[in-house]
């Protein structure tokens, strides 16, 4: 039976590799950021290597999310749902113009929703 401590750094290696893959990021680029080997990432998101703290950090950072996500401590950022989440991280990336329009969109889908409860 597995211990506690392996289904923790199982849980957080899954949710490693599953923030590398949505940024798609490949195991190479994370090795250079963390300067260390890509067999290192590949060991680290099977649970087969610890990660040390400043290493999480690291990951925390490019990874675009709390330390606390990975350690299980915090699911979500702010307490959103991971939609919106998603569209908070790829709004951010987008022109203060761009964000606009898209606040625009966002209210008239809200007053579309609203007028269809009506």
Do not use: C, N, W
């Amino acid at each position: 039976m597995a211990s506690k401590e392996d289904l923790e750094r199982t849980g957080m290696a899954r949710l490693l590799k599953e923030a590398r893959e949505y940024l798609d990021l490949s195991q190479d680029e994370v090795a250079r950021e963390l300067g260390v080997p890509r067999t290192a990432v590949s060991l680290i998101e099977s649970g087969q290597r610890k990660v040390d703290a400043i290493e999480l950090q690291k990951l925390a950072k490019l990874y675009q999310r709390p330390v606390g996500y990975f350690t299980g401590e915090e699911i979500t950022a702010a307490g959103l749902p991971e939609d919106v989440e998603h569209l908070a991280r790829a709004a951010s990336k987008l022109s203060s113009q761009d964000r606009q329009q898209l606040a625009e969109f966002a209210a008239y889908l809200k007053s579309r929703s609203a007028a269809e409860k009506e």
